[in-house]
């Protein structure tokens, strides 16, 4: 009988902590939940901003030079990167006498 009891009492605390695993892990999902909404609601809202922006024709000129500008800054920045890759790996160093060194 104590036996019986005593597995009784273990299956109790497994339910216990198997409650207490599911009340964390739906709180966890509710927190996500409203962390993604309200990134969703701020994304929303700079679309709706471009949008109106964009639809303007000065203002849809001022975001062509920007896009231009940005465009041509990472050009630069990362033709730069393979320029200097390219002319350092043509030059290669001369071999040093080992013998004449000493």
């Not at 009492?9 to 339910?15: G, P, Q, R, V, Y």
């Not at 920045?77 to 080992?98: A, I, M, R, T």
């Amino acid at each position: 009988m104590n036996e019986l009891g005593s597995k009784i009492s273990a299956l109790k605390n497994i339910t216990i902590d198997m409650h207490q695993d599911v009340n964390d892990q739906d709180r966890l999902l509710n927190d996500s939940d409203n962390v993604f909404a309200g990134f969703g609601n701020t994304l929303r809202a700079s679309l709706g901003r471009m949008n109106r922006m964009v639809s303007k024709r000065h203002q849809r000129q001022l975001c062509f030079y920007v896009t231009i500008a940005v465009a041509v800054f990472f050009i630069l920045y990362y033709g730069s990167g393979l320029v200097s890759k390219f002319s350092w790996s043509s030059s290669s160093p001369e071999p040093v006498d080992v013998d004449r060194a000493l």
